[in-house]
Nanobody, 125 residues
């Protein structure tokens, strides 16, 4: 059973930075794409960024493009989300997810097979 564990969330002032990590364990010996999503109470979980197994393909939501960077270290089974120039509207619980079915990047929640428990990011003004 694959397990994903997010870390790195916290409280930061607007304009600041945070780096989230998503560590995978128990995975089958095959490649997987990884996505980051976020959710605020009362709203649907929304796509933030995704990266292919090779790292050669990345996709970002328009709302974070130019501010967030997704990357991965397959030797450590870890995917990162570097978040710069944070805004109050970035406040949410951030989740990482793994897709073992495709070689291309996907952006919708049903496409992902495994999810982490989430990490809270709070941006204050």
């Amino acid at each position: 059973q694959v397990q994903l564990v997010e870390s790195g969330g916290g409280l930061v002032q607007a304009g600041g930075s945070l780096r989230l990590s998503c560590a995978a364990s128990g995975r089958p010996s095959r490649s997987y794409g990884t996505g980051w999503f976020r959710q605020v109470p009362g709203k649907e979980r929304e796509f933030v960024a995704a990266i292919s197994w090779s790292g050669g393909s990345t996709v970002y939501a328009d709302s974070v493009k130019g501010r967030f960077t997704i990357s991965r270290d397959n030797a450590k089974d870890t995917v990162y989300l570097q978040m710069n120039s944070l805004k109050r509207e970035d406040t949410a619980v951030y989740y990482c997810a793994a897709d073992y079915r495709r070689f291309w990047v996907v952006t919708t929640t049903p496409d992902y097979d495994y999810w982490g428990q989430g990490t809270q990011v709070t941006v204050s003004s």
